[in-house]
């Protein structure tokens, strides 16, 4: 627990090992059970890494890093070992957050999240289809995505991610819902594609495999623009950026997803295909595209929605829910997101 409380804060062992005002060997072998940690040194600790002393002291099993881990668009190709490991330290403190709230409220879905392993099925096109089918889903663009989601067991959540180059990744620990963590700094379209992605994950890849991500991307762009319902806008149209642009808010997509998507379905020749990504590229559109085509991101619901019960159907009070998660209470923001209004009082989120 002292290892995954530095992770968490981001800090090297080196690093932390200064701010505790000890050496870096003997911080490593404390945090390898070789040398039992006083209780001087763990008042200091809570401080630095900003936790209750009794974190220290949890038996909750720790869990290594998941399948995949998706790097965000057009920044890093890699992640750093540090990024990854506070990534890794925030999926398991929310995993524990999330075992100890599930104990006293039920959280009940209306469908059934298949599994549909790529090496039986071969196509993530062919399980897109398959899973909108299965959900009973209406034709055309999704509505809400995360409403969507939601209603099949899965766990959404948003989060800086610790500043790490990660758009999403996916926990899903024994015993628990699975868990979905967005990178709330990402544009509406690119969560909505990156959430679309790790819902892929969970449909499809019980092992990593060198294609995972690829596959991934493509059951995404799928799922979100199934070939029957998005090939008549590109037949007998001119393909170029102001038909992007004027599909964007209708499919909920970004411009150079629909552009990725009409390729792949040879709606565009390759020097076509080449040429409108020049022209985005001058347009500095990579990056950010127009922000007059933005649209209002969708915000998870059930799992603010059970940590409100506690508070306004158990009469759990901040101080409580504090000690119950083993967190500062001035932190349940950052795992809840609960915005507050003038008075001070917490607003509340309502289950769909």
């Not at 620990?173 to 909505?192: C, E, F, K, S, T």
């Not at 080449?274 to 985005?280: C, G, S, T």
């Amino acid at each position: 627990m002292l290892r995954i409380a530095r992770q968490n804060k981001g800090f090297l062992q080196i690093d932390a090992g200064r701010r505790l005002d000890i050496d870096q060997s003997l911080l490593s072998r404390i945090e390898n059970g070789m040398v039992e940690a006083r209780e001087d040194f763990l008042a200091r600790a809570a401080q630095v890494y900003e936790v209750p002393r009794s974190f220290f002291y949890l038996t909750d099993t720790i869990y290594g890093a998941p399948v995949s881990v998706h790097p965000m668009w057009r920044k890093k190709a890699d992640v750093s070992a540090r990024e990854l490991d506070a990534v890794v330290a925030e999926l398991n403190i929310r995993a524990m957050h999330v075992r100890r709230l599930l104990e006293a409220v039920e959280f009940a879905h209306t469908s059934e999240l298949p599994r549909m392993d790529v090496d039986d099925y071969g196509d993530p096109d062919r399980i897109a289809s398959l899973l909108r089918a299965h959900w009973k889903m209406p034709s055309g663009p999704v509505a809400n995505l995360t409403d969507l989601v939601e209603s099949s067991g899965i766990l959404v959540a948003h989060s800086t991610l610790g500043g790490a180059s990660i758009s999403g990744v996916t926990f899903a620990p024994p015993g628990l819902p699975p868990l979905i963590v967005l990178n709330q700094d990402q544009p509406a379209d690119r969560m909505r594609f990156t959430l679309a992605h790790e819902l892929g994950h969970l449909v499809m890849h019980r092992f990593p495999s060198p294609d995972m991500e690829n596959e991934a991307n493509q059951f995404a762009s799928a799922f979100l623009m199934p070939e029957r319902d998005i090939r008549p806008y590109f037949r007998g149209r001119k393909i170029d950026l102001a038909l992007l642009a004027s599909l964007k808010p209708e499919w909920k997509v970004a411009m150079q997803a629909i552009l990725m998507r009409a390729s792949s379905l040879k709606e565009l020749s390759p020097n076509q295909s080449q040429y409108l990504w020049k022209q985005i590229s001058a347009r500095k559109l990579r990056l950010r595209e127009p922000p007059e085509l933005d649209f209002p991101r969708e915000m998870p619901t059930v799992l603010n929605r059970i940590f409100d019960m506690h508070s306004t159907g158990l009469n759990y009070s901040d101080e409580e829910l504090a000690n119950l998660l083993h967190v500062w209470q001035s932190h349940l923001d950052r795992y809840f997101g609960r915005q507050t209004k003038p008075d001070g009082r917490p607003r509340l989120s309502v289950l769909k």
